[in-house]
């Protein structure tokens, strides 16, 4: 029996090519859970996109990353380049990726287990490294811990056996979990396009992983593809999070959830700092829909199975803007 979610409880952004209004998702972990998971469904559903709050990260925390990520940016060019350059964890500036993609942006990507990054940062920070390092663990502890009960709210409301089923992926000792700062810097008039547009700072994508957790200072540029082709901006909220729907959480729900689009266009008056939790499988993982959502087994599913290893090679080599999923689709016979 299919079950029709109930639409989840929406606020209020305007878009940035017309004069009307779209509404998007907003979950408040502070809800029974019996309520929280229908409409968590029916926001993944609709948007694959949804705003959290109320969701037990301490606001201290956020702010204290936050300091320590603009105390970095700020260094200058010379001493962030010692963290580079990115192979694929390390700095980077304006080039994102190995095919060619660039954006008016500086970002940071690093291991969850932060250990093996320490050395890059010991020869930039000294004695303050290890106070970076144990700022980052503690936000992604925490930030995991969020993204784990999504998950199982998530597998809750789908009424698949073993809640666990998605976030232990995210729970495992293996799992190829990352994190990454992105510091865009404002976007000056030299750097608008001949019509006074702002440059992109990081370009159209899906994120590969199963789930993705932002949050950003308090300045615009994230924006989101809609099913009606409009480009759409998210108003920024410093104390709340952003989750997206990953690629390879599409797959496991064969489709039932999508994968959103999006973008961040740069800010032509203040910098933006954003912070985004990556979810991710172990390598060897399986991924393939979930045997509970097919109907009449294999020949429902709409994605050949693959593992989390050949997904992320194939992202690897690919362009942001790509449809990346393509390759594993099924092809109707």
């Not at 250990?115 to 020869?123: G, I, V």
Request: glycine fraction near 6%; aromatic fraction near 10%.
């Amino acid at each position: 029996m299919v079950v029709i979610s109930k639409p989840a409880p929406m606020e209020q952004f305007t878009t940035t090519t017309t004069t009307s209004t779209t509404l998007f998702p907003l979950i408040d972990l502070s809800e029974p859970a019996a309520e929280s998971k229908t409409k968590l469904v029916a926001a993944c559903e609709e948007f694959g996109f949804f705003k959290v709050i109320n969701h037990g990260v301490p606001i201290e925390l956020m702010a204290e990353l936050e300091y320590e990520a603009v105390k970095f940016f700020s260094l200058p060019l010379s001493a962030k380049a010692k963290a580079g350059p990115p192979d694929p964890f390390g700095y980077g500036n304006k080039k994102i990726g190995r095919k060619g993609d660039v954006g008016l942006v500086e970002y940071l990507l690093l291991t969850t287990d932060t250990q093996s990054d320490y050395q890059k940062f010991a020869s930039i920070f000294g004695e303050a490294a290890e106070k970076f390092q144990c700022v980052v663990n503690e936000y992604v502890a925490a930030v995991k811990k969020m993204a784990c009960e999504i998950l199982e709210m998530v597998a809750d409301g789908l009424k698949i056996q073993a809640r666990d089923v998605l976030s232990k992926m995210l729970m495992d000792e293996e799992s190829d979990s990352v994190f990454r700062l992105n510091y865009y810097p404002p976007c000056s008039p030299e750097f608008q396009d001949s019509d006074g547009r702002n440059l992109i700072g990081f370009g159209e994508h899906t994120d590969p992983q199963i789930i993705s957790v932002l949050r950003s200072n308090d300045t615009s540029g994230l924006e989101i593809y809609l099913k009606d082709g409009n480009w759409i901006s998210v108003p920024p909220d410093q104390y709340s999070f952003f989750v997206n729907v990953g690629d390879s959480l599409q797959v496991m729900t064969n489709g039932r959830f999508k994968s959103v689009r999006h973008r961040v266009v740069a800010n032509s008056r203040k910098a933006r700092i954003s912070m985004i939790y990556f979810g991710g499988p172990p390598l060897c993982e399986k991924i393939a829909p979930l045997p509970s959502l097919l109907i009449q087994g294999d020949q429902d599913s709409l994605y050949n199975e693959f593992t989390w290893f050949d997904y992320k090679t194939s992202v690897y080599t690919s362009r942001l803007s790509d449809n990346r999923l393509g390759l594993f689709e099924k092809i109707a016979a």
